[in-house]
């Protein structure tokens, strides 16, 4: 085949694609807060969540932050994230919770945390809520299930919502309207590198 | 069981789950730049990479942007980004490839985008570099894949490096230190919802 007609099947191959895309994005009418689920045992979850944060901030709208689990120590995007304005941040949580040893303490942290979810869900104007490791929350059995899940269903029709953490239950898939599974294929702790500033905190 | 018992079990419990997380982190001692991979088919892949970014940046670190494939469009999060200091971030890609629909530019722009990432990795201080979509170029074989997992092995040895896109070639998995699949489990486009502002872009 010459280049010429390489390049002429490339295009038509490409138009064809074009349509269907262009077909798919028109079909697509529906705008509404969304509630998304980040879970799995990879990466990447509250990074994306705060990723989300960032380029709703970036269009000017208002973000809440609520940390279940983690916020006994720092993170490198806190401090950024906050100096943004539009930005509201509770780390909720006392560490994780093999380093509590508490459970008293921990289901009252995490009684404590949603509350304060409940609270940022009612804030006019605000344009999405990070509720980040709330899914362990939930599996630790720290928090009722059908009390959260109900009150995220009946969240105002325009707020986004990011759950994050493993194990989420059926119950908030369920009710979610995104769900991506941050699936580890392959990670370096196996080859004994540590955890290093910048990349896991 | 008492609500006394219950609690000691609870603690004994994850006394033993914390002798245990304490040993694991006290057998990795490597410190390395990691080769991190995001593909899959759900979405989070080049969100979570922009809050890498974020992390590193927040650490007062130095990061590189490369887009391959985006570009011709704005992102919320490239603004925020931009005005922190220690960003670069280089728009390379002209969109989709449906919508150029013209090979020989795309290769073009492929190679002008890994021309760029090339020189970024030579750039003495940089924490972290992202090659956003650059799967997506390898895919289409707008570069040869031997050629950039040979450049990406031998980067500097403190650089961190994160490449996205779907259908990342086995090549470059197999070289990678961090593999994660973002997995599709639900998404509302499915059920009608369009891309919105804030949270698709």
Redesign the interface.
Known sequence: MTEDA??AR??EK??K??AV?DA??A??????G?LMV?T?A???K???????A??????G?QVGVVQFIKGAWS???????EA?PGLEWHSMGEG?????????RDVAAARRAWEKALELMGRPGL??LVLDELCIALRYDYLPVEEVVAALVARPHGL?VVVTGRNAPPAL?EA??????????????A?????????E?
Do not use: C
């Open positions: 390489e390049a490339h295009r490409m138009q694609r074009k895309q798919e994005v079909g697509k009418t529906v705008e509404k969304l980040h799995g990879g990466k990447g509250s990074t994306a969540a705060f990723g989300l960032l380029r709703m901030l970036g269009r709208r993170t490198g995007e806190r401090g950024p994230l943004m994780f919770t093999w380093e509590t040893q508490d459970r008293e344009g999405l986004h898939m979610a309207d995104l769900v991506t599974e941050m699936k580890l294929v392959k990670h370096h702790f080859a004994g590198v540590k955890a290093q500033e910048g990349i905190f």
